[in-house]
């Protein structure tokens, strides 16, 4: 977790004297950069990295429902390690883009690891036991714990499946342009399912108790 932390920085310093004066910070929907940005700012990305590893054992300590948290202490953690490690990924890709530009195709590659790491969250998902901070909190879940056990459940299937579609477009779409609203589209797919159903689960839950 702490190598992690600091991994973004480390890779930015090693590299920062070769940098251009100014990098990419931000790509378009068809893969091409469209705003470069003071190379000294890519500290600001990788400090984000050191602000969630701090973040991360603190957040258990402040929520209403810390008791759970030992209940999926091990998930809680592989969780933030596959989202630190996602960081890490991108900062690679834009240092590399920054030295060697158009050397990847930025949109694909992104969409991929987005895909991927989705497949890998929504593995451990239905792990994720009731709280404030981790896993799909809407007001139904967060309100019933068998409505919250349920919906972590359907949304770990969604972000897997929507998260292989992703990976599996990436290698058979050519154009980055309808890539990039087809993840849109998977996005608000598994977020939106798993969302409907815990409300309709929760009035189930009502309904039975009156």
């Known amino acids: 977790m702490v190598l992690l932390s600091i991994l973004p920085t480390l890779m930015v310093l090693v590299v920062y004297n070769k940098l251009p004066a100014q990098v990419p ?3 378009g929907i068809a893969g091409d950069v469209v705003r470069y940005d003071d190379k000294y700012k890519l500290f600001f990305v990788a400090g984000l990295n050191i602000i969630i ?3 991360i054992p603190i957040l258990p ?3 209403p ?3 759970n948290y030992t209940r999926f202490e091990t998930t809680y953690t592989t ?3 596959l989202f630190m490690l996602f960081m890490v990924i991108m900062m690679g890709v834009s240092l590399v883009e920054s030295l060697y530009p158009n050397t990847i195709m930025v949109g694909k590659v992104i969409c991929a690891i987005i895909g991927t ?3 890998l969250i929504g593995n451990q998902m239905p ?3 009731w709280n404030f901070f981790m896993g799909i909190k809407t007001p139904w879940a967060l309100s019933d714990e068998c409505v919250w056990n349920k919906t972590q459940r359907l949304g770990g299937r969604m972000f897997v499946f929507c998260g292989l579609l992703m990976v599996i477009a990436c290698f058979v779409i050519a154009k980055q342009q309808v890539l990039f609203w087809l993840c849109m589209a998977m996005v608000v797919l ?3 399912v798993p969302t409907v159903m815990s409300y309709i689960w929760y009035q189930k839950i009502q309904h039975t108790q009156q």
Do not use: S
Request: aromatic share 12%; with cysteine; hydrophobic share 55%.
């Open 25 to 27: 910070m931000e790509w």
């Open 53 to 55: 590893g701090i973040w």
């Open 79 to 81: 969780i933030h390690i």
């Open 127 to 129: 792990k994720v036991k």
């Open 117 to 119: 790491l989705f497949v």
């Open 61 to 63: 300590k402040i929520d």
């Open 65 to 67: 429902k810390k008791q």
């Open 190 to 192: 598994m977020c939106a």
